[in-house]
Structures are given as structure tokens and as C-alpha cells.
Antibody, heavy 126, light 109 residues
Framework: QVQLRESGPRLVKSSETLSLVCTVS??????????WAWIRQPPGKGLEWIGN???????YYNPSLERRVSISVDTLKNHFSLKLTSVTAADTAVYYC??????????????????WGQGTLVTVSS | NFMLTQPHSVSESPGKTVTISCTRS????????VQWYQQRPGSSPTTLIY?????SSGVPDRFSGSLDSSSNSASLTISGLKTEDEAVYYC????????FGGGTKLTVL
């Protein structure tokens, strides 16, 4: 059974860099049919896709965050990482990692997220 | 890119049927698959429906997904409502970026 677990500092100072790691168990990260994703949820608000990475290193970012986001993959450690620079209070959120399908049916991408990690609350302090 | 618009909240009685809509702002709703997730308080989202109408493993057949091209929307229908269905439901789709709807809080009272 695939499991994902987020880890990293829970408190980050404003203007600094948020760094999280998602460790994958029960599934090799080096699979062509999946992306690996970061999604966040500010307290009391909805879900926001941050970005995806493929084991080949291909990345896809939310245009609204693209200038500050970097997602990378470490196939040897079977984990992937998120870095978000120049954080502000608006970046306070529960950060989830998830597996995403990357299968195409013709030219239509199967684009769902499953499973999700338990999430980790990261607070940006001034 | 496009947006997915959901009603902020819906409510219905136990045993009844409720439908939650998800309207795509631009581009065809049928041009990319739509997913539905359930999020109970304090928990991670879980997949209910993927690829428009496929139930995820273990999801009861009380949950179903569909598309309506005339309104450019997707719908999640929950029949035989139970109090345990109280949660926030999110739709999600893709068009060069992965997009979530704003979420709909379902109250079963």
C-alpha cells in the first residue's frame, strides 16, 4: 500500500525559504505513470495545487507560484522535495504531498491525486 | 487558465439525495477528466470519483459522478445521505495546470 509522509520545519520566518520532503513508501518513485505533487491548504480555506514532478525531473508549477517554487526528486531516497522562497504569512498552510496519475487516454490526461499524505502545517512567522 | 466554481454549501436530510455542481469557467468540461475528493475535518482529502465517473476503491455506489456539457459542469451525486457524509467536497481538473474548485460544505441534518 502506497504511503506518503511529509516532513520538515513547522515554523519558517518571513522572507526565508520553506523546505519540505515527502517520503514515499510502498511504491517506487521511479514510475513513468505517476507524477508526485505538492498541494497546500491555508487554514479554513480550499486546496491549491503547487506543482508536480516526474521521476525524470520534469516539473510543472502553478503559474501563481512559479517564480518562488522548486520541486525536485531523489530516486535513491525515494522522496521528493518542495522549496518555496521568500515566504510571507500568506504561505501559512497545511502542505500535502500526493501521487498523481500521468496516464494519457489519447490526448486526455488522467490527472487525479491519490493517495495523499497526512499533511503538515507550516506557519510563517514574522 | 480556467476556474472551477462550486456552491459554497449545501444541506439535506439523511436518506435524501444531494447533487453538488462544479462549473468550468472556460474550455469544455469534457476536454479533461474531473475528479471529486472528500475532506472530513482534520483529515486529508480522499478520492471519491476519478476520470469523471469512476469510483475509487472502497467508495460506495451511493456516490456517482457525471458531466453535463450543456451547463459545462460536472456533478457529484450522493444518494441515501448519511450523517457521516458531512464533509467538504472538492472537484478538480486539468488544463496545462491542475485546478481545484473552491469546495462545497455538505451538511446532513
Amino acid at each position: 500500500q502506497v504511503q506518503l509522509r511529509e516532513s520538515g520545519p513547522r515554523l519558517v520566518k518571513s522572507s526565508e525559504t520553506l523546505s519540505l520532503v515527502c517520503t514515499v513508501s510502498g511504491n517506487s518513485i521511479s514510475t513513468s505513470v505517476h507524477y508526485w505533487a505538492w498541494i497546500r491548504q491555508p487554514p479554513g480555506k480550499g486546496l491549491e495545487w503547487i506543482g508536480n514532478v516526474h521521476y525524470t525531473g520534469d516539473t510543472y508549477y502553478n503559474p501563481s507560484l512559479e517564480r518562488r517554487v522548486s520541486i525536485s526528486v531523489d530516486t535513491l531516497k525515494n522522496h521528493f522535495s518542495l522549496k518555496l522562497t521568500s515566504v510571507t504569512a500568506a504561505d501559512t498552510a497545511v502542505y500535502y504531498c500526493a501521487r498523481a496519475s500521468s496516464i494519457y487516454y489519447g490526448d486526455i490526461l488522467s490527472n487525479w491525486f491519490d493517495p495523499w499524505g497526512q499533511g503538515t502545517l507550516v506557519t510563517v512567522s514574522s | 487558465n480556467f476556474m472551477l466554481t462550486q456552491p459554497h454549501s449545501v444541506s439535506e436530510s439523511p436518506g435524501k439525495t444531494v447533487t453538488i455542481s462544479c462549473t468550468r469557467s472556460s474550455g469544455s468540461i469534457a476536454s479533461s477528466f474531473v475528479q471529486w475528493y472528500q475532506q472530513r475535518p482534520g483529515s486529508s482529502p480522499t478520492t471519491l470519483i476519478y476520470e469523471d465517473n469512476q469510483r475509487s476503491s472502497g467508495v460506495p455506489d451511493r456516490f456517482s459522478g457525471s458531466l453535463d456539457s450543456s451547463s459545462n459542469s460536472a456533478s457529484l451525486t450522493i444518494s441515501g445521505l448519511k450523517t457521516e457524509d458531512e464533509a467538504v467536497y472538492y472537484c478538480q481538473s486539468y488544463d496545462s495546470a491542475w485546478v481545484f474548485g473552491g469546495g462545497t460544505k455538505l451538511t446532513v441534518l
